[in-house]
């Protein structure tokens, strides 16, 4: 439902309007993303999960950075995903 949600709402959207709320979403679950696979992933009981994890957040964090610099450039609001818990690679 809360997809169906976000979804719904971008769907009614267009042009510039569609590429901004696009983006702000890209980006929030990105930084989702991000925030699980540090806090669950690295703290999984399993050595190959947890290598798993350490291999994908550095490609999480790329995307996530490519998400708030496109998201900036199509007036997306990015403001949202930004916290004191960015890494100094996440702020590049």
């Known amino acids: 439902p809360k997809h169906r949600e976000k979804l719904d709402r971008i769907e009614k959207l267009s042009g510039r309007e569609f590429d901004r709320a696009y983006m702000t979403l890209v980006a929030q679950n990105h930084r989702e993303y991000l925030d699980s696979f ?14 798993r994890v350490n291999r994908t957040i550095p490609m999480l ?22 916290d004191a818990r960015l890494s100094a690679s996440e702020q590049r």
């Open 38 to 51: 540090r806090k669950e992933g690295r703290g999984a009981n399993s050595a190959p999960v947890r290598q």
């Open 61 to 82: 964090e790329q995307h996530f950075r490519l998400a708030k610099q496109i998201g900036g450039r199509v007036g997306a609001d990015t403001t949202t995903v930004r």
